[in-house]
């Protein structure tokens, strides 16, 4: 019997073809030809005209915010450079073949004369010495020797003068580009040897275009307004976009039911837009309780209080936007639609501002607070009572035509609401504020008080110029007469005419006449003011300090009135 154990032959391991590789969506899509770049028009314009015409600077600056094309910009200006065409026989072309192997190899990010550097990990001097030397060499095979520097803010102030030279009077065959997004930190001396090119952010109609394409091409079915979102998530840049877009796809994942805007907003934190329209209902009828309540629901569900904030503000800047007249978003729901323009047509432009200030503020102490949902809370309740303050334009008016802005003793107190809420916006006005007692023309008794009047209406601009220039030559509301002695425009008295009719509510009749006229009201008050001060100084008591203090001066008594 043999002591040795036949085995037979070792398991062979199984063969299974490789797979490829997954490449996330903003490699896949990354622009090969300049028709793909979206939203830089005016660049690609300006690079075709200068190919076109032989006149190609000898170094590019690609600045701009994340992600909108400045890495892919400088790899097509190297592709536009050094294609020679299907038939190797072809120029520099602001279209590239995208078959010639220099495109290929560019593309693929093999080429030997197309150099690559991160700025980032290449900071010091001794790596630009490496590319001065380098550059004084031809290119190997390629028509021009290109640099891509990217992020060339990190260089370090050595490595940016050793440059200098280089980059101003480079040999024929070289070409700089540069990629950043903080050119503020790259040297004057830098950016006045290089031909600047500012990428815009992209518009989210066009990003929201540009995804709906790429779901197309991977075979999603994506909701139009969940892209928009996308779009507005991604602020401008193409490669945020996509790269959330890509968690979109993986966030939906395999049962069939595509992109669709709710899930967007889970996987973002975002606050639903039919609650963020509940939300703003309650805040404008009153109801504390109701809002703080909503907006626990969705703190709850897992949404960012500031997101909640924001989104308060993008809707109250839809609805003045919707007031002023400009056109609906396309891609909008149509209940968002229908719910702005409603709430268009029943707020003023004072409560949308104040709802703007009132909520940015509330933003910005949520962004800052130690304890955000209590913030937001705080912020959502301030919002909610400053319906109880009156409008600043109506008690102007008011004092001007000597209404009561208090309520009388023997006035019943209002009526206070269920559980202590405040009033809704559109009832602040009947509840809370006073009815003013006349509604008819406000006609001030004397040029004075209409000066005032204008003054505490917001016409400081014009109260100012009267008050500082005007001489009255005669004054019977609702008309009066200047002197000519020191002459209006006609913009002014235009303007002047626009704003008597705002404030007093009716037609004023402005004229000016060859006469002396009155003394302004600063010269009036000027020479109040040197009168007074004058019987001071002339008075026992003032002549005895000055006696006893002979350094001593006047330099304010009770009852002045200010210069300004």
């Known amino acids: ?51 076109k015409r032989d006149r190609l600077a000898h170094a590019f600056l690609m600045t701009g915010v994340r992600g909108v094309g400045k890495t892919s910009t400088a790899r097509l200006i190297a592709k536009a450079l050094n294609c020679i065409g299907p038939d190797g026989e072809g120029g520099p072309t602001i279209d590239p073949c995208g078959v010639c192997e220099p495109c290929r190899a560019i593309a693929e990010g093999r080429h030997i004369d197309v150099i690559e550097m991160d700025a980032a990990s290449h900071t010091g001097v001794d790596d630009v010495r490496e590319i001065i030397d380098a550059s004084r060499y031809s290119a190997v095979t390629a028509r021009f020797k290109i640099y891509i520097i990217d992020e060339v803010h990190m260089l370090s102030k050595n490595a940016f003068n050793a440059l200098l030279k280089t980059l101003e009077e480079p040999p024929p065959h070289v070409k700089f580009l540069f990629a950043t997004t903080e050119v503020n930190k790259v040297p004057v001396t830098v950016l006045s040897r290089c031909q600047r090119f500012d990428l815009r952010r992209i518009s989210a109609e066009q990003l ?9 091409e991977e075979g999603v079915v994506a909701d139009p307004e969940a892209l928009m979102l996308i779009a507005r998530a991604a602020e401008g840049s193409a490669r945020d976009g996509l790269s959330i877009l890509d968690q979109a796809i993986a966030h939906a994942g395999l049962e069939g039911g595509g992109v669709t805007a709710d899930a967007v907003r889970q996987m973002l934190g975002l606050s639903d837009r039919g609650a963020v329209r509940d939300l703003l209902t309650l805040i404008l009828a009153g109801d504390g309780a109701g809002a703080l309540a909503s907006m626990r629901r969705q703190y709850d569900y897992g949404v960012d209080p500031l997101s909640v904030l924001r989104s308060l503000l993008e809707t109250v800047h839809g609805i003045t936007l919707t007031k002023v007249g400009t056109p609906a978003d396309a891609a909008q729901p149509m209940e968002e639609r229908a719910a702005r323009e ?22 910005d102490e949520v962004a800052k607070a130690a304890l955000p949902i209590e913030a937001a809370e705080m912020a959502l309740l301030r919002a909610i009572y400053a319906s109880t303050l009156p409008d600043p334009g109506e008690l102007a008016r008011q004092i001007a035509s000597g209404a009561t802005l208090a309520a009388t ?24 504020a006073p009815e003013p007692v006349a509604t008819g023309p406000i006609l001030p008794p004397t040029f004075e ?26 004054y019977s509301p609702p008309e009066f007469v200047l002197s000519g002695s020191r002459p209006v425009s006609a913009d002014t008295l235009a303007e002047l005419n626009t704003l008597l009719k705002s404030v007093t509510r009716t037609a004023w009749k402005v004229s000016i006449v060859d006469a002396p006229g009155a003394p ?15 019987a001071i100084l002339e008075s026992p008591i003032m002549k005895a300090a000055v006696a006893a203090f002979p350094d001593a001066q006047l330099e304010s008594w009770p009852g002045q009135r200010s210069n300004a």
């Open 1 to 51: 019997m043999s002591d040795s154990f036949d085995l037979g032959e070792p398991p062979q391991p199984v063969k299974t073809p490789d797979a490829p590789a997954y490449r996330v969506l903003a490699r896949k899509y990354r622009p090969q030809t300049f028709s793909e770049l979206i939203g830089q028009d005016a660049m690609v314009q300006t690079l075709g005209n200068a190919i």
């Open 520 to 534: 302004t009201l600063r010269e009036a008050q000027d020479a109040a003011d040197a009168a007074v001060r004058q």
């Open 449 to 474: 008080a209409l000066v005032d009047l204008l003054d505490e209406s917001g016409g400081l601009a014009i109260a100012a110029r009267l008050r500082h220039g005007a001489r009255v030559v005669s």
């Open 409 to 432: 003793p023997t006035a019943p107190p209002p009526p206070t609401p269920p559980s202590g809420e405040a009033p809704p916006w559109n009832a602040g006005a009947t509840t809370k």
């Open 342 to 363: 409603e709430w268009a047509a029943s707020l003023g432009f004072p409560a949308l501002h104040r709802l703007w200030q009132l909520f940015l503020k509330g933003h």
């Open 208 to 216: 929201a275009r540009h995804f709906a394409w790429v779901s197309t």
